[in-house]
């Protein structure tokens, strides 16, 4: 998963009326901000997402004082597209996503924030492999369900955009390539997963242990069990499922041999 940032501008301006739903205005684009959640909202979205998201909190102000804020400061009631946000400075409230992987395939540009996201878009959309490199780019989403699609952005200066050409994944993909040699992986024969077993000895590991126990030690993090920790977890977990369909990894190359002990 990209690495990101959220954004603090001036368009984002705190309205005292607005405090009982938990919501701030975004002036640019006449919207509500939930800054926590790091999304936008419309009239039509803004009170239901305090009372679905944040009823511990929320505190129950009339639905006659939201329509009049809402009137009051000119919020809209549709999302604009994507199409539209492309290529404009960084919206204040969002996360401001700086390794956004661009789609190669000439006339696409499509943007993902995570690896597997545009293996899936490779397969379903153009029908061919995914390359193992992107270009890089600042890209935002105005949610993370029904407009969750991203649009490429300019960042604050206080933001930095890495070169690809310092990503430790092209690096290490590098020196993957320098030091491997490309080897068949379609084995048909299942001693090749039993000798998998036989190398890790893993079965041997686990015996005993209940499954449940060992489900658990799997489990990705709670979303605020530490800062961020889940997000790198299955940003890790992205670009390791990713580089296995790409890479000639010398671990299956030991099994890759008509000697199923070994």
């Given amino acids: 998963m990209s690495p990101s940032e959220i954004v603090f501008t001036p368009d984002v301006a ?28 419309t009239t039509r979205t803004g009170l239901v997402h305090a009372r679905s998201t944040h009823l511990e909190t929320y505190a129950k102000a009339s639905d006659e004082d939201y329509k009049t804020i809402c009137a009051d400061l000119m919020i809209r009631e549709d999302y604009p597209t994507a199409s539209e946000l492309d290529g404009g400075t960084a919206i204040g409230g969002l996360d401001v996503f ?4 661009v789609c190669g395939v000439e006339g ?16 379903t959309v153009h029908g061919i492999k995914a390359p193992t490199q992107y270009n890089i780019a600042a890209a ?84 605020d069990e530490i800062p961020m920790l889940r997000e790198v977890v299955m940003y890790i977990v992205d670009v390791a499922m990713n580089m296995t369909n790409h890479a000639q990894p010398t671990l299956l190359q030991l099994l890759n041999t008509k000697n199923p002990a070994e």
């Fill in 14 to 41: 705190s309205e005292p009326r607005l405090q009982p739903f938990l919501l701030q205005h975004q002036v640019r684009l006449r919207m509500l901000c939930c800054s926590a959640c790091r999304v936008l909202l």
């Fill in 98 to 101: 700086t390794k956004a992987l």
């Fill in 108 to 123: 696409c540009s499509k943007l993902f924030a995570s690896g597997g996201s545009m293996k899936n878009h490779y397969d």
């Fill in 140 to 223: 935002q989403r105005l949610d993370k369900n029904h407009h969750k699609v991203f649009f490429r952005v300019i960042p604050p200066s206080d933001i930095a955009i890495p070169s690809l050409d310092n990503d430790w994944i092209t690096k290490l993909d590098s020196e993957i390539r320098d030091t491997m040699q490309e080897v068949n992986l379609e084995a048909i024969d299942p001693r090749y997963i039993n000798a998998l077993l036989k190398k890790t000895r893993w079965m041997e590991h686990v015996r005993g242990h209940e499954p449940a126990e060992l489900r658990s030690l799997v489990t990705l993090p709670a979303a």
